[in-house]
């Protein structure tokens, strides 16, 4: 079957660079995408990697090696207002597999002064 | 005006009531989802629409019923719950299926 697996949770301090690693396991995917999710929030759209390498944006890169079956997105120059939930999620291949997402289950990041 | 909108917000329902969950988006987009979320696991793909028509169930049970009028507006109507399906019950929507895609707020489902 198809699965992602990320740490469940990481603290970090204010200003500190941390990594959420995100492995897969699954036969063909279009790409890897995360998203935010604030508590009792809306997930929101970060990021999305098609090709692999590293796709900047602002202080969030992610990158993507389909060769390792693994992804990660970077957060730098941490801010409080980073504290949230982050999950990586598949767009699958395939018949019948139109517009479905795979998420992991999600990786809560505290941030600390 | 939020892009994608979803009402009510709570719900509290008893195994023997029959609700609905209302979505709408003002994105213009032609693709709408339900998601569930439940506390420590990963957001599950419930139903894909596709211009108004079903191309995804994803082998939910027969008490969620989604109906998709038009492109803007999804429905999933609960009826027979169990406490299990007490969970965060997400829409979204994106402009073609495979395309970014745009959630509401959720609405908080609890089943007594």
């Known amino acids: 079957g198809q699965s992602l697996e990320q740490p469940s949770e990481v603290t970090a301090v204010e200003g500190a660079i941390v990594q959420i690693n995100c492995t897969y396991q699954?036969?063909?995917?279009?790409?890897l995408s995360w998203y935010q999710q604030h508590d009792g929030g809306a997930p929101t759209f970060l990021s999305y990697n098609a090709l692999d390498g590293l796709e900047e944006t602002g202080r969030f890169s992610s990158f993507l090696s389909r060769s390792d079956s693994y992804g990660y997105l970077l957060l730098q120059e941490l801010q409080m207002k980073d504290s949230a939930s982050y999950f990586c999620?598949?767009?699958?291949?395939?018949?019948?597999?139109?517009?479905?997402?795979?998420f992991g289950q999600g990786t809560t990041l505290q941030v600390k002064p | 005006e939020t892009g994608v909108t979803q009402t009510p917000r709570h719900l509290v329902m008893g195994m023997t009531n029959k609700k609905s969950l209302k979505c709408e988006q003002h994105?213009?987009?032609?693709?709408m989802y339900w998601y569930k979320q439940s506390a420590k696991k990963p957001l599950e793909l419930m139903f894909v629409y596709n211009f108004k028509e079903q191309t995804e169930n994803n082998s939910v049970p027969s008490r969620f019923s989604p109906e998709c009028p038009n492109s803007s507006h999804l429905f999933l109507h609960l009826h027979t719950l169990q406490p299990e399906d007490s969970a965060l019950y997400l829409c979204?929507?994106?402009?073609?299926?495979?395309?970014?895609?745009?959630f509401g707020p959720g609405t908080r489902l609890t089943v007594t």
């Open positions: 999620a598949v767009r699958l291949h395939g018949s019948g597999n139109t517009g479905k997402l795979i």
């Open positions: 994105l213009g987009h032609n693709a």
């Open positions: 979204a929507s994106s402009q073609d299926t495979g395309s970014e895609q745009y």
């Open positions: 699954t036969s063909g995917f279009y790409g």
